[in-house]
T-cell receptor, first 112, second 115 residues
């Protein structure tokens, strides 16, 4: 079966701009979680969506937001980009929660 | 405050020998632990897990040991192979409000298996 698909794979944006990243989970998976990975900070949890509702949220500023559609596809948006937002953004899906997460390959965001 | 700690950022092992990756945690309410492996330019992939009611779980070359009194778990890879070279993340799970579960991640240990 198809894995978790994240688009785009690479993105370069300028400070102050906004960006939208997309994640298509494995068919049938209803839970989608987003993570930010930076060197030295490991995997930082952004948020989790389940059946179109955000049910967990990490400690990120309000510039980071997300949503999930009825087909379980999810998007995350970062507004007013800062240099420190440069990172690998990973999406993971599972049937009900984090056990058995399947990750996508990530979107590498560079803010210049 | 890092609740899940992988104190060794990197580890180098000879092919065929044992690799031992360590993970310490601070919250005694964690009840499920997972190990993920990550290659460059790819997302992490699930490797092995263990429930807090067990002290050992084995899957082929991979064994995870849990010492609850010490709040410590370790991943053993025997024998190590060059293809095992990757970053290994330890994660701990805790039940939150509304029966939601949260996953807390360590910073990862980069394993290099030398031929």
């Amino acid at each position: 079966k198809a894995g978790v698909t994240q688009t785009p794979r690479y993105l370069i944006k300028t400070r102050g701009q906004q960006v939208t990243l997309s994640c298509s989970p494995i068919s049938g998976h209803r839970s989608v979680s987003w993570y930010q990975q930076t060197p030295g900070q490991g995997l930082q949890f952004l948020f989790e969506y389940f059946s179109e509702t955000q049910r967990n949220k990490g400690n990120f500023p309000g510039r980071f937001s997300g949503r999930q559609f009825s087909n379980s596809r999810s998007e995350m948006n970062v507004s007013t980009l800062e240099l420190g937002d440069s990172a690998l953004y990973l999406c993971a899906s599972s049937l009900i929660g984090h056990e058995g997460y399947t990750f996508g390959s990530g979107t590498r965001l560079t803010v210049v | 405050d890092q609740q899940v700690k992988q104190n060794s950022p990197s580890l180098s092992v000879q092919e065929g020998r044992i690799s031992i990756l360590n993970c310490d945690y601070t919250n005694s309410m964690f009840d499920y632990f997972l190990w993920y492996k990550k290659y460059p330019a790819e997302g992490p992939t699930f490797l092995i897990s263990i429930s807090s009611i067990k002290d050992k779980n084995e899957d082929g070359r991979f064994t995870v040991f849990l010492n609850k009194s010490a709040k410590h778990l370790s991943l053993h890879i025997v024998p190590s192979q060059p293809g095992d070279s990757a970053v290994y993340f330890c994660a701990a799970s805790i039940s939150g409000a509304g029966n939601n579960r949260k996953l807390i991640w360590g910073l990862g240990t980069s394993l290099a298996v030398n031929p």
